[in-house]
């Protein structure tokens, strides 16, 4: 389990330790990115339209204010980017 404790230059400190953390690819990142993606870190829901930095917002999911925008999981070390894996993702079948 990774402890990351990140403390602001005034002083404040963050909560992001003994959380998961998100492993994306950069195509992955990006698209999130693009999507004003992020994630809530209480129940690990998806989040879109929000800011790239959002912070605290409320989880539409679990409704904790615990959704984070892309970017800012990025800065906390939620999320950290991996190369891509060498194999493709089986290719959707469509019924
Ligand atoms: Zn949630």
Redesign the pocket.
């Known amino acids: 389990m990774i402890v990351k404790k990140l403390k602001f230059l005034d002083g404040r400190t963050d909560e992001v330790s003994m959380r998961p953390v998100w492993f994306l690819t950069e195509r992955e990142y990006n698209a999130l990115r693009n999507d004003d993606g992020g994630f809530?870190l209480?129940?690990e829901?998806e989040a879109y339209e929000i800011e790239p930095d959002a912070r605290r917002l409320k989880?539409e999911?679990?409704g904790?204010r615990?959704?984070y925008g892309i970017e800012w999981m990025l800065t906390i070390g939620r999320v950290e980017i991996v190369g891509e894996v060498g194999t493709e993702e089986p290719a959707e079948v469509s019924t």
């Open positions: 809530c209480a129940c829901a989880c999911s679990c904790e615990r959704v």
